[in-house]
């Protein structure tokens, strides 16, 4: 089927410590994942996206895993700041439903002072 | 830096009535996308859209839903007869290609009484 789903619904982190929010997908035939941050009341904001065939990249403050074997895909922020306090969903391209994303359940993030 | 743009930000309107939301694409972009959003809940495709036809639509996307593309700018979502349970933040996103990555407005809240 098509579903992606996250192990943790909200993950709760000192500022300055380092965020990992992990994601699970289920369709093999996915190939592209995006991270998406969504604040309240706004629209998912791109964080960082990675494409199948990698299974690392990297951007400013933020770190993509894909592991293909198991179906995961994790999200690392480092030197989480309250600024990064969100929901983030991760979400799967599946070509073959007409390139649409799939997106997860979503996980709150809260950072303490 | 381009963005795609809804319109209303927020709407009430009354259970039976049509409701039109309107959304600018990116304007480089070929494939749009409804995506909808119920309080507290994860986001939901809705309808993909690409060279003027549907290339997919959800189970949520039922007879009382349609998409247009009437001119080369704009991308509209219409509720023919609304309905409680359709009351939701709709999220119009767009993408260049097939591969990139989708970019999304900051929603059209909408309420139905």
């Known amino acids: 089927g098509e579903s992606v789903g996250l192990h943790l619904p909200t993950l709760s982190v000192q500022e300055g410590d380092n965020s990992i929010i992990n994601c699970a997908y289920s369709?093999?035939?996915?190939?592209?994942f995006i991270w998406y941050k969504q604040e309240s009341g706004k629209g998912p904001q791109f964080i960082i996206d990675i494409r199948s065939n990698m299974d690392k990249r990297q951007g400013q403050r933020v770190t993509v895993l894909l592991n293909k074997t198991v179906k995961h895909l994790s999200l690392q922020i480092a030197a989480t700041q309250p600024g990064d306090s969100a929901v983030y969903f991760c979400a799967e391209n599946i070509m073959e439903y007409g390139n649409k994303l799939v997106f997860g359940a979503g996980t709150i993030l809260r950072v303490k002072s | 830096e381009p963005e795609v743009t809804q319109t209303p930000s927020h709407q009430v309107t009354q259970m039976g009535q049509e409701v039109i939301l309107r959304c600018v694409p990116i304007?480089?972009?070929?494939?749009f996308y409804w995506y909808r959003q119920i309080l507290g809940q994860k986001v939901e495709f809705l309808v993909s859209f690409y060279n003027n036809e549907i290339s997919e639509k959800s189970e949520i996307f039922d007879d009382q839903f349609s998409v247009e593309r009437p001119d080369g700018s704009n991308f509209t979502l219409k509720i023919r007869s609304t309905k409680l349970e359709d009351s939701a933040m709709y999220f119009c996103?767009?993408?260049?290609?097939?591969?990139?990555?989708?970019?999304f407005g900051e929603g059209s809240w909408l309420t139905v009484v």
């Open positions: 369709n093999s035939a996915s190939d592209y």
């Open positions: 996103a767009s993408r260049q290609g097939a591969g990139n990555t989708i970019y």
């Open positions: 304007s480089n972009h070929l494939y």
